[in-house]
């Protein structure tokens, strides 16, 4: 796999995560080659039509990292553990463009969720353009890859998880307790949250939406929820 940019190459530096190489433009003197020596991993100069060749699009900034493949956690290691810390995960339902889960691994990352749990099927898998759009926040949250997002909610609730999705026709998300053990479901793009799923929740939570469109895209709804849930922690 490869990372592409100094935000994401320096996070998956900063990270455990198994590096094999890293290319960097020639002339190159910055902190980023310091942090890749100090971490032995093996630094190669290259011309920038070499960079540009590995990353097809040339949005490398002078840099690419080859890494191991993403490494999913068990949804296990994301349900509660004690009470001294409710959990906060969000279940993402059928995210099919890279650049939201990229922007969504982000700001959960910066929100300090606890973890992100996504289906095999019909969902975009951790990717090279995903990690470049979460700008490295990957490397730092863990990500539970499920068969089944309904089964999973389901054990998240006997894991004695509150899941709430959010949707339009919701109850307020500043009326609803987010303080506790709580999984937020976000909906695919233009479908929302599905019937079934919605109906495996506990409630359904919305935004307040003052303008005349009617939606947010999935990774700004996302983080407006996930922040309401921080301020009610807070």
Same mark, same amino acid.
């Given at each position: ?9 320096? /996070? ?109 099927? +019909?969902?975009?898998?951790?990717? /090279?353009?995903?990690? +470049? ?102």
């Amino acid at each position: 796999m490869k990372v592409f940019g100094r935000n994401a190459v320096t /996070e998956c530096l900063r990270s455990d995560r198994t590096i094999d190489k890293l290319l960097v433009e020639k002339g190159d003197k910055s902190d980023l080659v310091s942090l890749a020596r100090n971490r032995g991993v093996k630094v190669q100069f290259v011309d920038k039509a070499v960079l540009d060749k590995e990353s097809d699009n040339g949005r490398h900034q002078g840099c690419i990292a080859f890494t191991s493949e993403f490494s999913y956690c068990e949804l296990e290691e994301l349900l509660p553990q004690n009470n001294d810390h409710p959990v906060l995960l969000v279940v993402l339902e059928e995210i099919t463009d890279p650049h939201n889960l990229g922007s969504i691994i982000r700001v959960s990352e910066c929100a300090g969720v606890d973890g992100i749990i996504i289906g095999k099927n +019909r969902q975009v898998a951790v990717n /090279e353009t995903v990690e +470049r759009c979460s700008a490295g926040a990957v490397s730092h949250v863990r990500i539970a890859r499920v068969t089944n997002i309904n089964n999973a909610i389901k054990q998240l609730r006997d894991s004695g998880v509150w899941v709430y999705c959010a949707d339009m026709d919701g109850q307020s998300m500043y009326q609803a307790d987010l303080t506790g053990n709580i999984a937020l479901v976000i909906g695919g793009e233009g479908k929302g949250v599905g019937k079934l799923t919605r109906s495996l929740c506990d409630g359904v939570i919305s935004i307040a939406l003052k303008g005349k469109v009617n939606s947010l895209n999935a990774s700004v709804a996302c983080g407006i929820v996930v922040y309401e849930a921080v301020r009610q922690r807070q």
